[in-house]
């Protein structure tokens, strides 16, 4: 890839210098849960319901994480917000044109878990979307499992990530992401299938960006390949395998590695967002 080092995103929140907010109440603290609950009583809620509440939302933590100074990390800090800007300025011109106004969604780099708008996860998870809060979630731990574990290195796999969960930012938007909860719940039978649907469109969604991101000079020669290989790499079937387990189409939730590496093609070649249709 070809990119340059323009500092940090003003969309990203570093919050690897925080402890990522425990599970539970633990993370407010005797101290805290005691406010919540003469503030419940004196406004007559419910104190359970009321530390529910407050435990569900989005945490202010990254604001107020301690900054981190690792030179080892610090450069794939730099290439994340540079691709976090890159993928959104150029959904920010695409998507207007649909008529769909844009606004980012913000990145947030953590350690071992997080307290998320979604709730509680842990770097086992891997990126993830939270269309609760709009942030994309990414423990950089993952970057070198996608080149050890799953054979797929190089900065475009990376990048291809990132991009993927953008993609379920442009479904937010774009009003798929409520239609397929909506979806779920009047068809539970249909969840896998859904699901699929919705990761291999934002698969699709990441090449429309690399189609633009090519024509800007930014994707280069091989850089493609790389993209597909990431692509592949994280399919269900190769994961399965990987683990030991007996290929199991009707447990997939992401979609083959051929159906990933195809939508991820067809997205690149296209370069328009209406080609790809994954759910019909």
């Keep these: 890839m070809r990119w340059s080092d323009l500092g940090r995103s003003r969309n990203l929140e570093d919050d690897r210098g925080s402890s990522g907010g425990g599970f539970g109440y633990g993370r407010m603290g005797i101290g805290g849960i005691a406010v919540v609950v003469v503030v419940a009583l004196l406004t007559h809620q419910n104190p359970l319901s009321l530390l529910q509440r407050v435990e569900g939302s989005p945490p202010a933590a990254s604001a107020a994480a301690a900054p981190v100074s690792d030179p080892a990390e610090e450069r794939e800090v730099r290439f994340v917000s540079f691709v976090l800007d890159t993928v959104q300025k150029s959904w920010s011109q695409m998507l207007p044109l649909q ?19 979604c709730g509680d996860a842990s770097a086992e998870s891997g990126p993830f979307y939270c269309p609760s809060d709009e942030k994309v979630y990414i423990d950089l731990g993952f970057y070198d499992e996608l080149k050890t574990r799953f054979g797929a290195p190089g900065e475009f796999a990376q990048a291809y990530v990132l991009a993927h969960e953008i993609g379920h930012h442009v479904q937010k938007l ?42 800007e000079g930014i994707v280069q020669a091989g850089d493609i390949d790389a993209g597909l290989a990431a692509a592949a790499a994280v399919g269900d079937d190769r994961i399965q ?40």
């Design 174 to 215: 774009l009003g798929t992401e409520a239609a397929v909860r909506n979806a779920d719940q009047a068809q539970p039978g249909r969840q896998n299938a859904l699901s699929i649907g919705v990761e291999l469109q934002a698969d699709c969604y990441a090449g429309v960006w690399a189609h633009t991101a090519a024509q």
């Design 241 to 280: 395998r990987m683990s030991g387990a007996t290929v199991n189409p009707e447990t997939w939730t992401h979609g083959s590695a051929q159906q990933r590496t195809t939508w991820f093609r067809r997205g690149f070649d296209s370069g328009k967002a209406q080609d790809c249709q994954t759910l019909r």
């Design 99 to 117: 008529g769909t106004p844009w606004h980012d969604a913000r990145l947030v780099l953590f350690r071992d878990r997080i307290a998320s708008g």
